[in-house]
């Protein structure tokens, strides 16, 4: 029997998978080459199922020879390695960013002697009208929790963008844009307090109490799925502290972060100097390890946020006490700077690196914006947080609107700077 190579995902199972299976059966044994996490998360959303859910899924479907990881997006690697005679593939890869890959499968298979089998994509099947259901269904706090260490296992660097509303949260949880090597996506959501504060015409001071802030922050996790990373600012008091992990971890928010500074709470990018207080470092490594003792699960992340270089300390400073947090059990270390030329948070990342690989650094690139997500892998970031820029947008747009009526003593000319309220609807689950 000829052996025929079909690439899969395996995490929603729907008729023209089905399909595809039936029809390469006819040709010979269906090997079905099922992509790792690692493979998809570059390019696609990460499954819902992980690789062993899919795996017992798929190895049961009727018509399925043997499975096979796939390391990679590429299907070249296990087609050299497995050497089939044949790759059967849906004629919807001949345009879009798979388009490319369909070339190099093309070449490969006509130098090798095998055959590329196309058949017509399985019409009434729309991959993402069927994404868009299921992640209608929602998530479980268990599993959401779960999602940001997943995330990490497969996929560097991740982003992260900020929401202060359940309407920003839905654009980060929806949007998607098709680049030449894949879509792209934000990986999760970052809960502000200045934003929190902000988008309710407050200061951002830490006297609002967790409950406030988990009260607006539910409107979020009721219309969205993916992991969020919680700004914890300096923790409060230790007791305090063992209350915030445990009821951010109930509620499945996978991380948290807190900052080691004290005194009067001011914004890490107005200004602050030498005069700003920080948290003597065996304190803060001591609230950091009474944290990591009150979380139930091993999943929840609670992540170290250093002000040295806000201070206007050196980064042989930062990296003092970035050793120390970690020993101290820190998840990850999250790194300010308010430098544009972002030299100092090369430098630290570098030589954090090189102590500890596995650790993730978080950076906020508000002050040092030039650099892309991929530069700033290269220095071994492993989470992007843009901290502030919906809100940001959401003001100067709002006011433009404001002004123009105003202006025009009626609305006519606003409706150009405005979504159609249709668009609003069908934007929310059950708004129509």
């Known amino acids: 029997m000829k052996t025929i190579y079909l690439g899969l995902s395996g995490d929603i199972i729907h008729p023209g998978i089905i399909n595809i299976i039936k029809e390469a059966s006819k040709y010979g044994n269906v090997l079905v080459g099922l992509l790792t996490d690692t493979a998809i998360a570059p390019y696609k959303r990460l499954p819902y199922l992980n690789f062993q859910q899919r795996l017992e899924v798929v190895e049961n479907i009727k018509g399925v020879h043997k499975v096979v990881p796939q390391q990679e997006w590429s299907y070249i690697p296990n087609l050299k390695k497995y050497k089939p005679d044949a790759i059967i593939h849906g004629d919807d890869w001949t345009s879009g960013f798979m388009s490319k890959e369909r070339d190099k499968v093309f070449a490969f298979m006509k130098e090798t002697g095998g055959e590329v089998i196309e058949i017509p994509y399985t019409q009434g099947v729309n991959s993402s009208a069927l994404n868009e259901a299921v992640r209608s269904l929602g998530t479980t706090p268990d599993i959401r929790l779960k999602s940001l260490r ?75 799925t993916k992991p969020i990373i919680f700004d914890g600012d300096t923790g409060g008091k230790p007791e305090h502290f063992i209350f915030t992990v445990r009821t951010l971890e109930r509620n499945g928010i996978s991380a948290v972060i807190i900052e080691d500074k004290i005194g009067l709470k001011k914004n890490s990018l107005f200004g602050t100097d030498v005069t700003q207080e920080l948290s003597p470092a065996d304190e803060f490594c001591e609230k950091l390890s009474i944290g990591k003792r009150a979380q139930v699960t091993k999943e929840f992340m609670i992540i170290a946020r250093l002000e040295s270089l806000i201070a206007g300390f050196p980064v042989s400073h930062a990296l003092e006490r970035a050793f120390a947090y970690a020993a101290s059990g820190a998840d990850g270390i999250m790194i300010h700077s308010k430098e544009k030329s972002g030299d100092d948070i090369r430098e630290f990342c570098e030589k954090f690196r090189a102590k500890y690989n596995n650790i993730p650094i978080v950076l906020v690139p508000t002050t040092y914006n030039q650099f892309t997500v991929k530069e700033l892998s290269l220095w071994g970031a492993s989470i992007i947080i ?47």
């Open 386 to 432: 843009y901290a502030n820029h919906l809100l940001r947008a959401s003001y100067p747009a709002m006011m433009n609107a404001a002004k123009t009526i105003l202006e025009k003593e009626r609305s006519l000319e606003a409706d150009l700077l405005c979504m159609p309220i249709k668009e609003i609807l069908e934007l929310i689950p059950g708004g129509k």
């Open 150 to 224: 997943r995330l990490l296992e497969v996929k560097k660097p991740i982003r992260i963008m900020e929401a202060h509303s359940g309407i920003s949260a839905l654009i980060i949880e929806n949007l998607e844009i098709e680049k030449e090597d894949g879509l792209r996506c934000f990986d999760g959501i970052w809960s502000s307090s200045l934003t929190d504060s902000a988008s309710k015409g407050k200061p951002d001071i830490e006297a609002v109490d967790l409950t406030t802030r988990l009260q607006d922050l539910t409107n979020i996790l009721e219309c969205t």
